[in-house]
């Protein structure tokens, strides 16, 4: 067991910072390249930033561990609402003012209400219900780049762009590019198998891995960023960056689990893990269109909201 949890820290650790180098060589050859950095901030750094939840829901599924894919995706969008927003909340309020924010909030709403629909009515993502959610985040990014090109990329866009830019094409931006693709199935492979023999060996369904450690671990860069922007007082593009993570989530690492082979939900994430994300969304959405602040109870509310979802897992798996 020990040897796992060790496995499985190594494997978080492997695919965490692979995806970041993987992301920071692609946008220095892109740039370097004269790419735009709208093109660039809308493919590359919105898809890389969430390739590590995509290639374990893609080696989870390749696995047979239905539950750890969905309960990363499940999980991962319960954490960046109730965790990520609501830490750095107690630290400085988390703006809602921000344009462009309600229309994205719907979209998340839509997102969450089409993943919810798969789950419900077919009981499972197929490749034909994945190739429809991965249609349906392809249509999105076309529709924020159509979008950017009539009223200009959004500050937050760029600097994304910027925050992963390197000088130029060298060696280390290649080996940046080889070292990030080979080093995600890798950890994302350690992440998977150590954590389906963990739940074995604890008895509980390999879910309450995806949506407890995975899913945390996959939400740390999400965390630690807004806890930087709430520490610099500039969290007014905080929830911005949330509602788009949940976005592709839902989308683009729902679609390609489908796309995968597809991976069925088990009866308590359609009890009570999604009814939980679907809850979460509303949440953060109803603070978007009364263009309400999340202050500092608020954000107290929602971090015992997660630390009570948690425990109720931890206490359901007894």
Do not use: C
């Not at 209400?113 to 429809?132: D, H, L, R, S, W």
């Not at 954000?299 to 997660?306: E, Q, V």
């Amino acid at each position: 067991m020990i040897q796992e949890a060790v496995f499985l820290i190594i494997g978080l650790a492997v695919l965490l910072a692979s995806g970041d180098i993987l992301v920071r060589g692609s946008v220095a050859l892109a740039t370097a390249l004269n790419v735009p950095a709208l093109l660039v901030g809308l493919t590359i750094v919105a898809f890389g930033t969430s390739a590590p939840e995509l290639v374990v829901a893609v080696q989870a599924v390749m696995a047979g561990s239905d539950g750890i894919a969905i309960g990363n995706i499940v999980g991962s969008n319960i954490a960046n609402v109730l965790m990520v927003l609501g830490l750095p909340a107690l630290i400085y309020p988390m703006s809602t003012h921000v344009a462009g924010l309600p229309r994205n909030a719907a979209i998340m709403l839509a997102a969450t209400a089409a993943f919810a629909g798969v789950a419900y009515a077919f009981k499972e993502i197929t490749p034909m219900t994945g190739a429809v959610l991965f249609a349906g985040i392809i249509a999105f990014v076309a529709y924020s780049g159509w979008r950017a090109t009539r009223a200009g990329a959004d500050d937050a866009l760029l600097d994304d762009v910027a925050e992963f830019s390197e000088a130029g094409i060298s060696a280390r931006t290649v080996l940046f590019i080889v070292f990030g693709l080979l080093g995600l199935p890798f950890g994302a492979h350690l992440l998977v198998d150590s954590g389906s023999t963990i739940a074995e060996a604890l008895g509980v369904r390999d879910a309450v891995i995806g949506l407890t450690i995975v899913a945390f671990g996959t939400s740390l860069p999400e965390l630690a960023t807004v806890a930087a922007a709430a520490l610099h007082k500039k969290s007014d593009v905080a929830i911005g960056n949330i509602v788009g993570s949940n976005i592709f989530n839902l989308l683009a690492v729902g679609g390609a689990a489908g796309l995968a082979g597809g991976a069925k939900f088990d009866p308590s994430a359609l009890s009570f893990d999604i009814p939980v994300m679907i809850a979460a969304s509303i949440v953060l959405a109803l603070f978007v269109f009364a263009k309400r602040d999340i202050n500092r109870l608020s954000g107290l509310g929602m971090a015992l909201a997660y630390a009570a979802f948690v425990a109720f897992l931890a206490v359901r798996a007894l």
